[in-house]
Each structure stands twice: as structure tokens, then as C-alpha cells.
């Protein structure tokens, strides 16, 4: 039982290319959600899935997309990377209805330069 | 939006001393969780715990929901407990996101 599984661990992007980070999840979890780390910010909610097909945004969504095409995957994508966005990000999943705990990917390292 | 503030947001301690860390929300809430995060990243679900008080081990915690806060206590810490411990919160019935607060980062010196 993986868990939550983020790919890829690290990326380096130069300015303006583009890159999708996979988040795969093999619990069923319903609700699906992307946060960035950056030092002294705590994790901010960029966009999040409360289930197959839907996407909604979170604290800091500009620049960011989504998709969450089947229930155990979601993505996001950088459809044109800045320095900004330069970032760990983490991939969490939790039960749908009730109210459970949240588990959290081993994250991904991103810097754009 | 629901504010999550932590204190004191720096900790040193030695080993086997006890400690608090603090959690206070703006707002009632239905869901409230502990994390700690280790020195190489990994965020661990320490407790759900919207009301009431629990224990895992060396680790406990205690949410006043009519207060608004939550309290994490680490007893005989060990330098393994090092690293940031995240309180999370949620205002509605499920489907909306938790908050965290900015964390507290607590070091264990041998």
C-alpha cells in the first residue's frame, strides 16, 4: 500500500518552460489537494479536488492548473514557469464525507530559474 | 477566511525536557489535526482531533473548541521530535480544504 505518490522528487525548469507533477493516491480517497511549502509561509492551498472531475481553487491558484481526470490521480500543471513558483509542493488526500485524517505525499522540490 | 496562528513559532530543548505548543483558530471549527514535519520533509498526521483530548505514546493533545485552541504536548522529548509541528483546521462539514497555521519549529539537543 503506497500511499500517496508524487512525481517527479526534483525538477530543475528554466523560466517560461512548462512541467505537470503527478499525484497518485491508492487509498480511494475522495478529496485531493495541492499545497506549496515556502520558508516561514507554512503550506498554502493552491488547488484542490473534492472528487473525480472537479477542481477548485485554493489560497494561490494564479499560474497553476489542475486536473483530475481519474479519482486516484491529480495533477498540476505550470503552463509557464517563474522564479515565483520556485517551491516545494506537496500532494495530500483524504476520505470523502467524513471528516479524517489528511496524508500527505513525500513532495516535490521545483526550482525555476 | 478562518485564521491559524502557532506559538512560539521557535523552540530549543533539551533532551527529555517537556513541552507545549499552541494552536489558536478564529473561528469554530469541525475538524482540527496535527502534523509534524521531519527534518527531511515528511509530513506525518500526528493527531485528529477536533475536541476532547488524545494520546499516542509520549505525544498528546487536547482541543477547548469553545476556546478556540488546541494544545500539543511532547513529554521526555527526544531529538527524533525534531522538526515542525503544523496545526490544521477546518471550518466546514468536509469539503472545504484545512487551513494551516505557520508552524512551530522545535529543535531537541541531545
Known amino acids: 500500500n503506497a500511499g500517496v505518490t508524487q512525481t517527479p522528487k526534483f525538477r530543475v525548469l528554466k523560466t517560461g518552460q512548462s512541467m505537470t507533477l503527478l499525484c497518485a493516491q491508492d487509498?480511494?480517497?475522495?478529496?485531493m489537494y495541492w499545497y506549496r511549502q515556502d520558508p516561514g509561509m507554512g503550506l498554502r492551498l493552491i488547488h484542490y479536488?473534492?472528487?473525480?472531475?472537479?477542481?477548485a481553487k485554493g489560497e494561490v491558484p494564479d499560474g497553476y492548473n489542475v486536473s483530475r481526470l481519474k479519482k486516484q490521480n491529480f495533477l498540476l500543471g505550470l503552463e509557464s514557469a517563474a522564479p515565483s513558483q520556485t517551491s516545494v509542493y506537496f500532494c495530500?488526500?483524504?476520505?470523502?464525507?467524513?471528516?479524517?485524517?489528511?496524508?500527505f505525499g513525500s513532495g516535490t522540490q521545483l526550482s525555476v530559474l | 477566511g478562518i485564521q491559524v496562528e502557532q506559538s512560539p513559532p521557535d523552540l530549543i530543548l533539551q533532551e527529555g525536557a517537556n513541552s507545549t505548543l499552541r494552536c489558536n483558530f478564529s473561528?469554530?471549527?469541525?475538524?482540527l489535526q496535527w502534523f509534524h514535519q521531519n527534518p527531511w520533509g515528511q509530513l506525518i498526521n500526528l493527531f485528529y482531533?477536533?475536541?476532547g483530548t488524545k494520546q499516542n505514546g509520549r505525544l498528546s493533545a487536547t482541543t477547548v473548541a469553545t476556546e478556540r485552541y488546541s494544545l500539543l504536548y511532547i513529554s521526555s522529548s527526544q531529538t527524533t521530535d525534531s522538526g515542525v509541528y503544523f496545526c490544521?483546521?477546518?471550518?466546514?462539514?468536509?469539503?472545504?480544504?484545512?487551513?494551516f497555521g505557520k508552524g512551530t519549529r522545535l529543535s531537541v539537543i541531545a
Open positions: 495530500a488526500s483524504r476520505p470523502g464525507t467524513t471528516r479524517e485524517k489528511l496524508f
Open positions: 487509498m480511494n480517497h475522495e478529496y
Open positions: 479536488s473534492v472528487g473525480e472531475g472537479t477542481t
Open positions: 473561528d469554530s471549527v469541525n475538524n
Open positions: 482531533i477536533p475536541s
Open positions: 490544521a483546521v477546518e471550518k466546514g462539514l468536509g469539503n472545504t480544504p484545512l487551513v
